[in-house]
């Protein structure tokens, strides 16, 4: 069974990086069926796909974040992380990793494995 769970800040001041980082247990990034996503929720607000890291390090990300997340891993540590720069109160969310065999995976049943989510807030 496919474990994740997200750790990093619950508070971001306005510009700053956000660093958050997901540990894979009971499998691996590796694994050439599973695509790596991170996916957050504002509050009162739908699903969005951030980005996604394959099992080679290929990197897939959204264009409409522009350019401001970066997806990078450690597979020494089964760990990938998520680097969100020059954050605004827009960002505060709660974030996601998510494991699914579709890079398309847009819905929460696509998603194979979910972490618990970890929520972060943007403020001053």
């Known amino acids: 069974q496919v474990q994740l769970q997200e750790s990093g800040p619950g508070l971001v001041k306005p510009s700053q990086t956000l660093i958050l980082t997901c540990t894979v247990s009971?499998?691996?990034?590796?694994?050439?069926?599973?695509?790596w996503h991170w996916i957050r929720q504002p509050p009162g607000k739908g699903l969005e796909w951030m980005g996604a890291?394959?099992?080679?390090?290929?990197?897939f990300d959204n264009p409409s974040l522009k350019s401001r997340a970066s997806i990078s891993r450690d597979t020494s540590k089964n760990q990938f992380t998520l680097q969100l720069s020059s954050v605004t109160p827009e960002d505060t969310a709660v974030y996601y990793c998510a494991a699914a065999k579709d890079l398309a995976a847009r819905t929460r049943d696509a998603y194979d494995y979910w972490g618990q989510g970890t929520q972060v807030t943007v403020s001053s």
């Open positions: 009971g499998g691996s990034l590796l694994d050439h069926r599973y695509y």
């Open positions: 890291i394959d099992y080679s390090g290929s990197i």
